[in-house]
């Protein structure tokens, strides 16, 4: 191991999954959900003994053709890894949708803050 790594504090970090099925899209969608300006945030308690946190990630064809939406969710994938492991909750699937123009362009710090204030607004007493 590096030593710069070893001296680090160690971070607690939760276990990230990606949603697959599209099945658990759609209970995120009938959840919870919180607009940012890069982003819309659905998050959903599953009720199940799994203490994981799932995600997911989706852009529509507004946001522009496969390059642009790959892009974009490229990028939510990068700040979900970033965020998600630290301030998600045990036990909840997130669904991270793309929006047009903004999710690709804004500054990555700005898009992690986004995450984080739409966490903190889903999760108030946390």
Request: overall charge positive; proline content about 5%; glycine content about 8%.
């Amino acid at each position: 191991m590096h030593p710069a790594v070893s001296s680090c504090p160690e971070v607690k970090s939760k276990p990230v999954t990606v949603l697959r099925k599209r099945a658990d899209f759609l209970a995120a969608a009938r959840a919870r959900r919180q607009g940012t300006a890069s982003m819309m945030v659905q998050a959903r308690k599953r009720g199940d003994d799994d203490l994981g946190i799932r995600v997911g990630f989706t852009c529509s064809k507004k946001v522009g053709n496969a390059v642009a939406r790959n892009r974009a969710k490229r990028r939510l994938r990068a700040a979900a890894h970033e965020v998600l492991p630290v301030s998600g909750l045990n036990g909840w699937d997130y669904v991270l949708i793309g929006r047009k123009d903004v999710t690709a362009e804004r500054p990555f710090e700005a898009l992690k803050g986004d995450l984080l204030q739409a966490l903190k607004k889903l999760h108030p007493a946390s």
